[in-house]
């Protein structure tokens, strides 16, 4: 018996040893994809002396609310570089879960000046609230070069142009008793009356 027993501890020392099953860990979910769009939840505006927020707001043509992506706020820099007010501008942004908030940083042109209009046969009222409408950020004070004064002549003239007025426009910077004025008026110089000639007339004597 002991012999036996001896034999069947000496086959199980000499059987080789079972690993234990190796369990597989799951594989790692993948991760979420980046979102590459958010709704749109605030517009900030910085930097900016002269032109009122809500107008530059405007201007970038983004509206709260919407879908937007990176792009659109690259495209929302071009409005605002094409309406001319600004030597420089740059934006930034934050994101929280689907939703976005920017704030674009504005340095506006330096040199401005107040807007006049001569020979339009048009209430200066009137041509102000008109180019409001079709100008963005027109306002009592413009500069006097570049994008917003060729938007403005064009304005202008499309506007008078519905009136019967096609007459050529140019906007210039002009010397006026209370300083210098950016002035509107047709590119055309007025006549320039040389003679005068008075028929029927008579001498009236003084009481």
């Given amino acids: 018996m002991l012999r036996f027993l001896a034999i069947v501890a000496l086959a199980a020392t000499l059987l080789p040893a079972q690993r234990p099953t ?17 709704s749109l939840e ?10 009122p927020s809500d107008a530059i707001v405007r201007a970038t043509g983004l509206r709260l609310g919407t879908t937007v992506k990176v792009d659109d706020l690259q495209r929302a820099i071009e409005r605002l570089t094409a309406a001319g007010a600004f030597e420089t501008l740059s934006y930034r942004y934050t994101t929280a879960g689907e939703k ?27 041509l102000f609230q008109a180019l409001s409408e079709r100008v963005p950020l027109f306002g009592r004070q413009i500069p006097a070069t570049g994008a917003m004064v060729q938007r403005i002549v064009e304005a202008l003239q499309a506007y008078l142009a519905a009136k019967g007025n096609t007459a050529r426009l140019t906007g210039r910077l002009l010397s006026k008793p209370g300083g210098l004025v ?21 001498v009236l004597r003084a009481e």
């Avoid at 860990?25 to 769009?37: H, L, R, S, V």
């Fill in 22 to 38: 190796a369990r597989k860990k799951p594989a790692p979910k993948p991760a979420a994809p980046a979102p590459t769009a958010w």
């Fill in 42 to 51: 605030a517009i900030q505006i910085s930097g900016n002396k002269v032109f």
């Fill in 100 to 126: 976005l908030s920017v704030t674009f940083e504005v340095q506006e042109v330096i040199d401005l000046y107040p807007v006049g209009f001569e020979r339009l046969d048009v209430p200066d009222a009137e």
């Fill in 182 to 202: 950016m002035t509107f008026r047709p590119a055309e110089a007025p006549p320039v009356i040389t003679f005068v000639k008075f028929e029927g007339s008579a």
